[in-house]
């Protein structure tokens, strides 16, 4: 929700100063700190905080965003493994992105180089070097495996965007995804639940499509909710298990 939306319907806070301390993907869902009126001084300290995060990884297709509200940039034709061996390879690679690692910005990302973010290089088709950080992630768990097949994974995604507001490219990254549908040989694809424990800084939906690379499948990140920031919990919407 916009700031200015929740002071119009917070009348009490019309003339208060607000800021989020970090925002999500507009992929993502979940928990957004606001800070009020002499706390939006602190805004460094509450970026600093750890995350929580349960999200689904899709296997199959990838994307240039890492996410589905990005442009199909590679799929397989069929599945190179079955569940029971999917689980095995996805189980035995996580302690990849596990501890302090080093991770690369995804390319549509706000992460600024010579003043403009890398999103704005990326839609430009203007090459430029993605920067990497050091993230650490305290524990990433692995839940289950589901399979979706084809005509309701292209009516989720489409549902999904079609929610998007601003421009993200959403009409031509339809039509990509529609075209996508039709010409795939593949019936079903597989998604994995997973929950992780991360500090700042951290992108979930690159770990999704790193995972993958590791294993040799296409991959994004499906969904991703925030659950956790600091010491403060969405106890609402944190109802899986």
């Known amino acids: 929700m916009a700031l200015e939306n929740f002071r119009e319907k917070n009348k009490t806070y019309k003339d208060t100063k607000m800021t989020y301390a970090g925002r999500l993907d507009p992929m993502a869902s979940g928990m957004l700190l606001v800070l009020l009126g002499e706390e939006t001084k602190n805004k460094e300290k509450y970026l600093k905080l750890d ?10 297709v990838a994307t240039d965003t890492y996410d589905i509200l990005g442009k199909v940039v590679k799929d397989q034709a069929s599945q190179n493994l079955g569940p029971k061996e999917l689980k095995k390879a996805v189980q035995a690679n996580l302690k990849h992105f596990t501890g302090k690692f080093i991770q690369k910005y995804p390319m549509y990302s ?7 973010p890398l999103f ?33 994974l292209f009516a989720n995604i489409e549902k999904r965007i079609k929610k998007v507001k601003g421009d993200f490219r959403q009409k031509e990254i339809m039509s990509i995804w529609r075209k996508h549908t039709h010409t795939s040989m593949v019936r079903s694809y597989y998604i994995a639940n997973f929950k992780i424990k991360c500090g700042s800084g951290t992108y979930v939906r690159g770990i999704a499509n790193s995972l993958g690379q590791k294993i040799n499948i296409p991959a994004l990140a499906f969904s991703i909710k925030r659950t956790k920031i600091g010491k403060w919990v969405n106890f609402k919407n944190n109802t899986k298990s």
């Open 110 to 116: 706000s992460k600024t180089i010579a003043g403009k």
């Open 51 to 60: 995350k929580e995060y349960e999200f689904e990884i899709l296997f199959g």
């Open 120 to 152: 704005a290089y990326a839609r430009s088709g203007k090459k430029v070097k993605a920067p990497e950080h050091e993230v650490f992630v305290k524990s990433l768990k692995f839940l289950k495996l589901r399979t979706i097949n084809k005509r309701k």
